[in-house]
């Protein structure tokens, strides 16, 4: 087994240990609260197709639900099958997948929307999950990656942490050119200290 894949085995291996109970250790409520308000934001009126790549227990559904549209379908995306089974015993109504965002076994032009929440800097291969997001995209769909922490916060988090070291958070620009290599045409960033905003449309 080589390095990069022996890497992979240990980060999948962290998450499913980490499954049970991963919302109520890392999202208090002042967290949920800003996961709200964020979700609020997004818009999620003509998002008929919800894709939540990186979705853990899911702690973007009850939002999504919240705000989506009444007959919207809800996909969920994760590698570790733990966080999924968590995930499924709480949101019946999800379609959920066991698959990395570099290989989504979902039909092109099949989604409206792509969130990838607090999860973008565990992709190991990031341009090729940015072209992943293009090809489910439908024309004019959405990719947001979010978080509720800043870049540098996140990045030092992670370095902290042997299992996810060296799992990073691209700058704005960095995204940027990841996402024009991948073909979306209209991207747009914003990042402070406690948020990172980026999104992207296929046009």
Known sequence: MDKSAACNN????????????WEARNYPPEKLKQVD???QSLPLAQARVILDVGCGEGV????????????????????????LQCLSKRFAHVRTYQAKAEAMP??????????CFSAFPHI??????????????????????????GREKLNNLHDS???VQGDHLPCPTGMSIIFSEAGFSSVEASEGANHYHFCAVKN
């Open 10 to 21: 240990e980060k999948e291996e962290f998450f499913d240990t980490q499954a049970n109970n």
């Open 124 to 149: 190991a291969d990031k341009k090729a999950a940015a072209r992943e997001f293009y090809r489910v995209l439908r024309p004019a769909g959405r990719a947001y990656v979010l978080h509720i922490d």
């Open 106 to 115: 979902l039909p092109d032009a099949s989604v409206d929307m792509v969130i």
């Open 37 to 39: 308000e964020l979700v």
């Open 161 to 163: 942490h042997h299992a």
């Open 60 to 83: 973007l559904q009850p939002f999504l639900r919240k705000y989506g549209p009444a007959d919207a379908i809800f996909i969920a995306l994760d590698p570790s099958s733990a966080m």
